[in-house]
């Protein structure tokens, strides 16, 4: 009986000391990856002893409450990371505890193209090129790459100058971020490539539709990120090498990055880079094609610093590139022009041979971008990010006939000398209101200078603009929502001679643009997801004022100085399968053109400078329409097959007619063997590529000669190519071998896309041969 009184009175002991316990402590903190030292969004962190938990937010950050005092186990989980359990002693009222989660091991060799919906990019579809993927195309253009994607074509202008289109639109549409920064130069131009070194990209991401809210009203078409390679995280230095030979143009390129990290000051890291290359006049099956040499030497460095709760980085980039024009595209009188649309081969072409030397006409483009980035990590408010970005580009076009002087260098002058330079500021907050509800506004202000030397085509002008945006997210269970809202100011005073007299110019444009999309995971394997989007962007300096000879594009443009803001809605679906063995990615979309800018044919013009294409800027309301479609099956363990196909049916609603120079529709199929790896050699694989593209049979058949196009659209082509590849691993090096033939069968065609199809035919065959060498220490 004793024994059962003092149990009772042990009983009441405890009793009525956990009755005396605090039991209103609180445990917050944050979640950060090991190696990149990045904040950990949306991790699991539970108490094992309770079986209570929470997630954190965008930021990292988690916070439990009501914990008594005691040693509890915490279990944290992030899809990114491998899983950790801890033990730690709470007993004060506010407890700080910081986790560090390690990253799995990936290897990117084995990613190609991945499509997903990230949570960066407004819940729209992306598609991205890295790994394997983009280690088989680098050194070709950007545009070239990048038409790897579905739905992503490329309009071209000869053999070295490319741009990319997404779903039906280029230029002004589309807009490019190098390095988080919004690429300004004299994009207007159908034959201005942009002023980037693909080298410089680990992965290169497309954003497709209306909905790019962060970027501006010039991502009416979409987005193209170029992402450089994350700073090294370890103390050391590495780097790659690249050296590529091929053999249409005998081009040779060598490329390399050289990056550490300092030992005694971790948060600090750098890079260098840079890229040479050398090209001479590319071939077709039949003949070369002349002056079609081509040079480029590039160079970026990059520093950052970074702790968890603040940093900066600085980023220099420099691009130079001189490109020859091919002279078929630039004749005499108007009977040459005719002759030359006429005939099969262009003119002269069998008196042409190889060389590496440039005679007019040519371009010759440099451009500077300088960043200085700083963010601060404030816990009760969120993330503030401001970034200055200055860029300067020079682009001198030279015509192919006696130069018009020298200048104070006793060089030639161009005929066309544009001068642009860009100033842009930004600032955002990336804040989180609770663990379902995150978002970001921000806002930015650009200056933007443009003169003009030389004959006149474009005038001098002064761009000043505003913006603001505010985007939120709201995740629950399997489904995700994201709205937002946006809006720009542009004001432009141009200025342009004629006949002896000054006229000037003032317009400005403003409007808003709005997103509304989500994501529906449907199950492990399934998501789904749709995008409404309305987006515009102001006509363009070169829409309203142009008025003479591009020498680049070979033709002559007319601007209309009338023109209005041009305005879409485009609602975009799409559907994404990812399963063991199959994978497959659906995308629907429709975009409803209000004030669409567009060229249209105005016959043959007579110059002192021979005769050349018209073209004259107009506006009509447009429906673009399509789908594409991303599939891969994994048939053996060693063999996989892979298909593409874009559909687009791009119409001219106030015309009832189709819109000119749209991409034709085509679909592609591929079939990989992967070889077992023996030793130090691994990732060896052959892989075989077929493409076929239709015949553009929508274009528009007016009855005015000076309306139609001045050749019809090509026939319909098929290209086949291999690649081949090998990884030697040595002492924690790779050596990594790739060998490609593009054109296999050295077929004749010409694409409808390319402006310069009127006077030649595609490339040939092209062989050509890639080493990286990647080295860490």
């Known amino acids: 009986m004793k024994y059962f009184i003092i149990c009772l009175l042990l009983a009441g002991i405890a009793i009525s000391s956990s009755w005396a316990q605090d039991c209103s ?37 988690f916070k439990i409450e009501g914990l008594c005092p005691g040693t509890y186990t915490f279990i944290c989980d992030h899809i990114a990371c491998e899983h950790l359990e801890i033990s730690m002693r709470i007993d004060s009222a506010e407890n700080k505890r910081n986790f560090i989660l390690k990253h799995h091991e990936l290897h990117v ?6 499509r997903k919906k990230a949570e960066e990019y407004d819940n729209t579809v992306v598609s991205q090129i890295e790994g394997q993927a983009l280690e088989e195309n680098v050194g070709k253009q950007l545009g070239d790459i990048l038409a790897k994607i579905p739905g992503v074509n490329v309009l071209k202008t000869g053999p070295s100058i490319s741009k990319p289109i997404i779903h039906g639109l280029h230029s002004n549409r ?26 410089i990209a680990n992965k290169l991401t497309v954003v497709k539709g209306a909905s790019g809210l962060r970027y501006g009203p010039g991502a009416i078409g979409g987005v193209v990120l170029v992402e450089p390679e994350d700073m090294r995280d370890s103390v050391g230095i590495g780097g790659k090498i690249h050296l590529q030979g091929q053999s249409n143009g005998r081009v040779g390129i060598v490329s390399g990055h050289l990056e550490g990290k300092v030992p005694n000051f971790r948060p600090l890291s750098w890079r260098i880079q840079g890229t040479i290359k050398k090209g001479g006049n590319f071939h077709t099956p039949g003949y070369f094609m002349q002056n079609t040499a081509t040079r480029e030497q590039n160079f970026s460095g990059h520093l950052r610093y970074e702790t968890f709760s603040k940093g900066w980085e600085l980023f220099y980039s420099q691009f130079n590139s001189i490109i020859g024009i091919l002279s078929p595209a630039h004749l005499g009188g108007r009977r040459d022009l005719e002759r030359a649309l006429a005939s099969p081969t ?44 200055f860029q300067h580009n020079n682009r001198r076009e030279f015509d192919k006939h006696k130069p018009r002087g020298t200048d104070e260098n006793g060089e030639d002058k161009a005929e ?27 806002g930015a202000g650009v200056y933007q200078n443009n003169l003009l030397k030389g004959r006149m085509f474009i005038p001098n002008y002064v761009l000043f603009g505003g913006e603001v945006f505010w985007i939120e997210k709201w995740r629950r269970d399997n489904w995700e929502l994201e709205g937002g809202i946006r809006y720009d100011y542009r004001w432009v005073h141009s200025a342009r001679e004629e006949a002896g007299i000054d006229i000037f110019s003032i317009r400005d444009f403003q409007s808003f643009s709005a997103n509304l999309g989500g994501n529906l995971f449907i199950n492990r394997k399934l998501t789904a997801t749709v995008n409404l989007g309305r987006a515009w962007r102001p006509p363009h300096v070169n829409e309203l004022f142009s008025d003479g000879l591009h020498h680049g594009a070979g033709a002559i443009e007319i601007g209309d100085s009338t023109l209005n803001s041009e305005k879409a809605i485009k609602l975009v679906g799409s559907l994404d399968y990812n399963g063991e063995r199959f994978k497959a990615n659906l995308i629907v979309y429709n975009q409803w053109f209000e004030s669409f800018i567009y060229r249209k044919p105005g016959g043959i013009q007579a110059t002192i400078r021979g005769a050349f294409p018209a073209f004259n800027y107009a506006q009509t309301q447009a429906m673009l329409s399509g789908g594409d479609v991303n599939m891969s099956f994994r048939i053996l363990n060693s063999l996989e097959w892979q298909g593409q196909a874009s559909y687009l049916r791009a119409w001219n609603t106030g015309d009832n007619e189709p819109l000119i120079f749209m991409p034709a529709n085509r679909f592609s199929n591929s079939l990989k063997f992967e070889l077992a790896g023996r030793g130090k050699i691994t990732n060896s694989y052959i892989k075989l590529n077929w493409l076929h593209v239709l015949e553009q049979t929508l274009v528009p058949t007016s009855e005015d000669p000076l309306e139609r196009d001045w050749r019809p659209p090509p026939p319909a082509y098929n290209l086949v190519g291999l690649d081949a590849g ?52």
């Open 109 to 114: 060799d084995e990613v190609t193209i991945s």
């Open 416 to 442: 066309l000398d544009f001068s642009i330079s860009t100033h842009t500021l930004e600032a955002n907050l990336e804040h989180s209101l609770s663990t379902e509800i995150e978002g970001v506004v921000g």
């Open 726 to 777: 090998t990884q030697l691993n040595f002492g924690g090096q790779r050596l990594m071998l790739i060998f490609s033939v593009d054109n296999l069968f050295n077929t004749t065609y010409r694409d409808y896309l390319n402006r310069f199809r009127y006077f030649t035919d595609e490339l040939g065959r092209n062989i050509s041969l890639r080493l990286t060498y990647t080295f860490k220490h």
């Open 346 to 389: 262009p003119i002269g072409a069998d008196t042409v041979g190889f060389t590496y030397d440039f005679v007019r006409p040519y371009q010759d483009i440099k451009h500077h971008l300088a960043k200085a980035k700083y963010f601060w990590r404030i816990p009760s408010l969120g993330k503030i990010n401001a970034v200055y970005s």
């Open 174 to 199: 589309v807009l490019i971020l190098n390095n988080g920064i919004r690429q300004e130069g004299q994009q207007w131009g159908s034959e201005h490539a942009p002023e980037i070194d693909p080298f």
């Open 25 to 61: 402590l609180t445990v917050e903190g944050i979640l950060m990856g090991e190696s990149s030292q990045q904040p950990l969004a949306f991790a699991s962190v539970q108490i094992k002893e309770k079986r209570i938990g929470t997630f954190t937010d965008s930021l990292g950050h």
